[in-house]
């Protein structure tokens, strides 16, 4: 079993639309996730953050953790054709300084 | 404020030689990491240093190395390389606490083993 898993997609969902994308892990002993975005022929870019069971909001992004059930989602509100991105969801087990990523999922958003 | 900078951008290196590849973190950064992301596998972690110390490395033979300088600047070196190294190599930085801040990346340095 991967430890970080994610539908590689693509998920294609249309403009105005709620794209949801999802990520499970194995380490119980996570503390810390985190939804990086990349751009084809980019670096990733941290998107958002969360730590503690529940959801938190940062604009039209929403990150849902659920430590019990080891998944987190993002949830992107009104999709626009922009956010058409590979998203890399992001474990941090606590005392190894080091993210586990997952493979991403390769979200197009149509016009 | 100026990002992570990595150089150089893209390197062509031939089978067997060695690369060294620079990182300037995000001033204030104290822990760099670095990546190699490749189609296949995606991200996998290298190593990370913190003031000069490594504390953790990744499943990557002896061939990949890296430190880290008293400014916190890091180098990765790979010697002897093979056509599977190719890939690109992404440094990031971070500030605060452990596991309480997300890594900034830098733009990554592209290399290709020919």
């Known amino acids: 079993q991967k430890e970080v898993e994610q539908n590689s997609g693509p998920l294609s969902v249309p403009e105005g639309a709620i794209a949801s994308l999802n990520c499970t892990y194995s380490?119980?002993?996570?503390?810390?996730f985190f939804w990086y975005r990349q751009y084809s022929g980019k670096s990733p870019e941290l998107i958002m953050s969360?730590?503690?069971?529940g959801d938190k909001e940062d604009g039209r992004f929403t990150a849902q953790l659920n430590k019990a059930s080891q998944y987190v989602s993002l949830l992107i509100r009104d999709s626009q054709p922009s956010d058409s991105a590979t998203y890399l969801c992001?474990?941090?087990?606590?005392?190894?300084?080091?993210?586990?990523f997952g493979t991403g999922t390769r979200l197009k958003v149509l016009a | 404020k100026a990002g992570v900078t990595q150089t150089p951008r893209y390197l062509i290196k031939t089978r067997g030689q060695q690369v060294t590849l620079s990182c300037s973190p995000i001033?204030?950064?104290?822990?760099v990491s670095w990546y190699q992301q490749t189609p296949g596998q995606g991200l996998q972690f290298l190593f990370e240093?913190?003031?000069?110390?490594?504390?953790n490395k990744g499943n990557f033979p002896g061939r990949f190395s890296g430190r880290q300088f008293s400014n916190s600047r890091s180098e990765m070196n790979v010697s002897t390389l093979e056509l599977g190294d190719s890939a690109l190599y992404l440094c990031?930085?971070?500030?605060?606490?452990?596991?309480?801040?997300?890594?900034?990346f830098g733009s990554g340095t592209r290399l290709t083993v020919v």
């Open positions: 990031a930085s971070r500030g605060g606490g452990q596991g309480n801040y997300g890594y900034t």
């Open positions: 380490d119980r002993v996570s503390q810390s």
């Open positions: 969360i730590y503690s069971n």
């Open positions: 992001a474990v941090f087990p606590s005392g190894t300084y080091k993210y586990i």
């Open positions: 001033s204030g950064h104290r822990s």
């Open positions: 240093y913190f003031s000069e110390t490594q504390r």
